[in-house]
């Protein structure tokens, strides 16, 4: 079959969970036989343009630089492409793209849609823009000849607000043990650290990790990898949260020395709270890392009892006093999400693309798809406060 993957920025994967996805599961297809065609946004000021990666043969094409346009102008570039070449099944990542499937289906080109997590929860959108994901939601589910959930709890979402099918397909967890030596290039040890690894916005909850971690005991550095392309404020709210055990290291491009401080840390830090199953999640659970999440159906559906989750700050301080008091049970906790880890497996995840490509391609799906609309709910009152697990924060609770 010839298959194209679109919407995302490529590969080589260097940015995030689809990019990642598309790369091994672009490689496996092609590794299979299949003609994989990826749709690559054009990087400003490369030189060089590779025709082909993994197997998988590369279409540049340029995009707004525009954070609001960037993802909707490259995908209608590639979409006017692929539309004039012949393809059997077509994957679109990330439900914003949304309103271009219609150009898609009038090409008679079979398409699945990846609708990633609930994007319109993220601060970074202003009402205008959640309101606009919304809007993608219900047209992804209108316009796609299948759906693709990479978590239950994303899946469960369209099922009560649509009453649409999905197929469930995850993300795979690559198990991973380097040894420890680069570690002397950051200045720390195995062991002798926390780690967090994230975005700086609101929804991956940076800020309550580093406000939990000043006000705790820890005797060990917290360090943290990331950046906030978007969010100057945010940053600057982090940084005044820290206090002199706090290491920023910025972004970390290098994934070698990322999987070596993954592996090499007494705790990994994962507050994440929107986005389905997520990547670093699960490289942090092939390391064998000791994780402390944000308490979210995703989360504790990727980690079961290898976990442990806190909802506010103040949950903070008595985990990381556990996991430096009892450095035996964090590392049973690590053996068991490596144990975990074994459950995401990059094969058998190209394996249901394949075959969701197969289906498609015979159009084995239903010829009526659900409407879009959304479920009508009881309307409900305010938020009621009510005391979070753990912790000295309050959580709210919707009460109709």
Not at 360 to 378: C, S, V
């Amino acid at each position: 079959m010839r298959i194209a993957l679109v919407g995302t920025r490529g590969v080589p994967a260097a940015y995030g969970g689809f990019e990642t996805a598309v790369e091994e599961v672009g490689r496996r297809l092609a590794d299979s036989g299949h003609d994989v065609v990826v749709y690559c946004r054009t990087t400003p000021g490369a030189t060089e343009q590779p025709a082909t990666h993994l197997g998988m043969r590369l279409v540049h094409l340029p995009a707004a630089r525009k954070r609001a346009l960037e993802t909707l102008s490259h995908t209608a570039l590639s979409v006017g492409h692929l539309v004039t070449h012949r393809t059997d099944a077509a994957f679109v990542f990330n439900a914003a793209n949304a309103p271009l499937l219609p150009v898609i289906r009038a090409a008679r080109i079979p398409v699945a849609t990846h609708v990633d997590g609930l994007e319109w929860k993220r601060t970074k959108w202003s009402g205008t823009g959640q309101k606009y994901y919304r809007m993608a939601e219900s047209l992804a589910v209108r316009w796609s000849d299948a759906l693709i959930a990479d978590a239950q709890g994303i899946a469960d979402y369209y099922t009560e607000e649509f009453g649409a099918p999905t197929d469930l397909i995850t993300y795979g967890a690559p198990v991973i043990d380097p040894p420890a030596d680069r570690l002397a290039e950051v200045g720390l040890t195995a062991r002798g650290y926390h780690l967090v690894v994230a975005r700086f916005e609101p929804e991956n909850h940076v800020a309550e990790i580093v406000e939990g971690y000043t006000a705790s005991g820890a005797t060990q550095p917290l360090v943290v990898v990331g950046s906030a392309p978007y969010s100057d404020e945010y940053t600057a709210r982090v940084h005044g949260l820290a206090d002199g055990r706090v290491r920023f290291l910025g972004g970390v491009w290098d994934q070698e020395l990322l999987d070596v401080l993954y592996a090499h840390a007494t705790t990994y830090l994962h507050g994440h709270s929107v986005g389905g199953t997520n990547p670093s999640l699960l490289r942090a659970l092939g390391a064998g890392a000791t994780v402390l999440a944000f308490d979210v159906s995703f989360n504790r559906e990727v980690l079961g009892v290898a976990g442990r989750f806190f909802a506010t700050a103040g949950d903070i301080p008595a985990l990381l006093a556990r996991a430096e008091d009892d450095p035996a049970n964090a590392r049973k906790r690590g053996a068991q999400a490596r144990e975990r880890a074994a459950a995401y497996d990059w094969d058998d995840v190209a394996a249901r693309y394949a075959d969701l490509a197969r289906r498609l391609a015979a159009r084995e799906f239903p010829r009526r798809r659900p409407a879009g609309r959304r479920a009508t709910r009881p309307e409900t009152t305010a938020p009621v406060p009510e005391p979070a697990r753990g912790g000295s924060g309050t959580r709210l609770r919707p009460v109709a």
